[in-house]
Antibody, heavy 123, light 110 residues
Framework: EVQLVQSGAEVKKPGESLKISCKGS????????IGWVRQMPGKGLEWMGI????????RYSPSFQGQVTISADKSISTAYLQWSSLKASDTAMYYC????????????????WGQGTLVTVSS | QSVLTQPPSVSGAPGQRVTISCTGS?????????VHWYQQLPGTAPKLLIY???NRPSGVPDRFSGSKSGTSASLAITGLQAEDEADYYC??????????FGGGTKLTVL
């Protein structure tokens, strides 16, 4: 069974750094894109970026470029989303999801999704 | 402002048919790129409902169907049930932005 398991909820202060994780299992981790999606409280889904663990090719949404860093460690089948200096506006649920239709982005979609990691940033 | 436009809410009585629209532009849906749909039940992660415009993953009831025409796509739900009450999102590829989502539609079962 293809599964993505995310790290647990985090409570941080503004200005702190954070790295959350997403561990894939049940498939060849290096052969599929993994994406990150933000959902702010009561709001819709926002695509943040994607990474292809096979060669670490990474693409960012213009809205998130420079705001976060996406990385992957293929030796442990894990993708990461990190912030160097959190803001209160980063408070949200963050989901990772696999793109199952191979290396081509054009025809791809998100499935399955991780369970989500809630990040709360408050002083 | 989402690149793909969905109605904020739709509603229907049990047993009825509802449709949710997803309108894009010439750089995404109108360029021929596929549309995918997700269902998000309250308090849970999104789940794939339709991929490649009209394909259902195994386990998704055939009450759910998708279609695409021109710069728009639609999700139809027939035989509405109480457990269909959820948020629904469309997603496509955009030639400038790569991945784009609709703003989401809240379905209320009356």
């Amino acid at each position: 069974e293809v599964q993505l398991v995310q790290s647990g909820a985090e409570v941080k202060k503004p200005g702190e750094s954070l790295k959350i994780s997403c561990k894939g299992s049940g498939y060849s981790f290096t052969s599929y894109w993994i994406g990150w999606v933000r959902q702010m409280p009561g709001k819709g889904l926002e695509w943040m970026g994607i990474i292809y663990p096979g060669d670490s090719d990474t693409r960012y949404s213009p809205s998130f470029q420079g705001q976060v860093t996406i990385s992957a460690d293929k030796s442990i089948s894990t993708a990461y989303l990190q912030w160097s200096s959190l803001k209160a506006s980063d408070t949200a649920m963050y989901y990772c999801a696999r793109l199952p239709a191979g290396q081509q982005l054009v025809k791809n979609w998100f499935d399955p999704w991780g369970q989500g990691t809630l990040v709360t940033v408050s002083s | 402002q989402s690149v793909l436009t969905q109605p904020p809410s739709v509603s229907g009585a049990p047993g009825q048919r509802v449709t949710i629209s997803c309108t894009g532009s010439s750089s995404n849906i109108g360029a021929g790129y596929d549309v995918h749909w997700y269902q998000q039940l309250p308090g849970t992660a999104p789940k794939l409902l339709i991929y490649g415009n009209s394909n259902r993953p195994s386990g998704v009831p055939d009450r759910f169907s998708g279609s695409k025409s021109g710069t728009s796509a639609s999700l139809a739900i027939t035989g509405l049930q109480a457990e269909d009450e959820a948020d629904y999102y469309c997603q496509s590829y955009d030639s400038s932005l790569w991945v784009v989502f609709g703003g989401g539609t809240k379905l209320t079962v009356l």
